[in-house]
């Protein structure tokens, strides 16, 4: 074709074209309807591919579940979480067409060279996915006549994934926090074989000892706005209405915990409902206690506990699963526990503080980093190979990680049992103190159910995750010297004091009511002075804290009224620490009875479900806390080596 030829042709092409172009717009007037549902986005430069898919489960329900798979990736591992919290949203933290990006931040060092796929699923009854949503769906057996649970669910899910996922290697890995974590539990009972790697991070395992719903009998009463939220709807529902804006008068104002749910009509929930028929440790709490369940599953599966310090929601749950299975772990490269210095769920986010504590960098993004994405590729990849330590746990007094063989610690280095004895005037020692003479044997207090002690300053509000997310570190001040709360203080330390384990309570105590709270707090005080950061001057800063409930002194699940004015002994531990106390500190301990409105009140009458208590059942109580001869309390501390 001559160049004349070719540029008549090409004129023609281009008027050709032109003409298609003014028909087609010809079409358009100025009433055609402007949204008409034909509209499918460019996807520019991506590089991953999002699918959506419902898999089916073996009772035919079909869960949602989002696929994100890197653009030309192959042969590559999965990483499965399985979710009550919308799956769809939780791959997509921003609009971008990079994988990196649209993943959530706890996801980044896994993805941002492509190699993982990613794949977040709708439990059921959540969200897209089918079925009945139950909470914590327990495991099928005395609480569970079906045949499927979250055990099943997570097996299934991952059978389909390996066969239909074509780019994948065939081997997955499971990972989440909170509930999230909880599943990832449920996935290790009968495992699916290639199930490789799990990580379960702040799991909820124990709802009645000390996760979420419970701690040691006393109930959050923060719960209600999350059981509106999970249970009202298949998706996301609201918080509970609020009559004013300090939740410690809202919640006092309307009397009981029962009260306040059928004020607000959340008796109406199965699951509250539930809740207030299973107040004491009864089988349907033990049956669905995790750590026991994994006290009798097989270790087939490499697993890595993890949890913060400070975590204000489930911190029983890891540090009991993970004793629960190391005596399975005949070569120490299978159970795994890893304890940073955070709230709930912050390994996963920026880990540089905790309140107005500086650590060591961004502690949460080193764990992810440099400890388990190298654990989950030495399992998921093959030749990867990772320095995973068996235990890894922040020393916040020390502001640095600590690396272990075994927790507790055992051989050269094991621990010791120092008893750090409350005194009279408010002294702590570890020496034991003498019969008492001249001083009386105990201090006492008035407990006001009526003027319950607050667990952060007023006003407060549940909602305010600025405040929830840090509470347990919070400065002790705010209460100390209240009439209602003792203060038991060392002297300065003259040279460092290391614990590394659980400390444990022995408190010998008398109320003048048939029940009673004891609230129980171990506070390093830090020197009048600090140079570095004026505001720590005088701190009181929590290194564990608990409640126990009084009635199940004896027995958790045979709850029993108390005898009057009489000492008795209460032993219960506080939350594993790994904690220095340097030089110049003081040691605090503090006791109370009430924890406002965190938990709910103790009426300090014997009542049979506390839940229902009347207003006439709430009254004042004499608290003795003793610490003389045969009926001193105090405190064991695991102690070991500072060095």
Known sequence: MSFVSALRAGLLAAAAASVFAVAAHAQITAMTPDIDGKYVAAKVNYDYEKRVVMVPMRDGTKLYTVIVVPKGGKNLPILLTRTPYNAAKRAARADSPRMVATLPQGDEPFVADGGYIRVFQDIRGKYGSEGDYVMTRPLKGPLNSSEVDHST????????????????NGKVGMLGSSYEGFTVVMALVNPHPALKAAAPMSPMVDGWMGDDWFQYGAFRQINFDYFT???TVRGSGD?????????????????????????????????????????????????????KTMEKTPLKVPTMWIQGLWDQEDIWGAVHSYPALESKDKNNDMNYLVLGPWRHSQV??????????????????????????????QQLKDGAKADTPPVLIYD????????????PQGGTNAQTTKNLYLEAKGGLDFTAPAPAKGDAAYDEYVSDPAKPVPYIPRPLQFSDRSRWTPWLVTDQRSVDGRPDVLTYTSEPLTAPLKIAGVPKVNLFASTSGTDSDWVIKLIDVYPDEVPSQPELGGYQLPVGMTIFRGRYRESFSQPKALTPNKALKYQFILP??????????RIMVQVQSSWF???????????????????????KATQRVFHAG??????????????
Request: charged content about 20%; cysteine-free.
């Open 597 to 619: 409105p965190l938990y709910d009140r103790n009426p300090q009458t014997f009542v049979p479900n506390i839940f229902f208590a009347k207003p006439g059942d709430y009254v």
């Open 630 to 643: 045969d009926t001193a309390s105090f405190i064991e501390l695991p102690v070991v080596d500072a060095k």
């Open 153 to 168: 669910d997570a097996y299934d899910t991952i059978d389909w994934l390996v066969k239909n996922v074509p780019e994948t």
């Open 348 to 377: 996963n986010y920026d880990g540089y503080n905790l309140g107005p504590f500086k650590w060591d960098g961004d502690t949460a993004l080193q764990l992810r980093r440099d400890v388990l994405k190298p654990f989950f590729d």
């Open 396 to 407: 916040p007094g020390q502001n640095k990680w600590n690396r272990y063989a075994s927790w």
């Open 229 to 231: 939220g999970q249970t």
């Open 239 to 291: 918080s509970v209405q609020r009559q004013g804006y300090d939740d410690y008068s809202n919640f006092l104002r309307e009397g009981s915990a029962g009260d306040y749910a059928k004020n607000h009509g959340l008796d109406q929930l199965p699951w509250v409902q539930k809740l207030f028929a299973h107040t004491a440790y009864d089988s349907f709490w033990s049956e669905q206690a995790l750590d």
């Open 576 to 585: 594993t620490a790994n904690y220095t106390f340097q030089p110049g500190h």
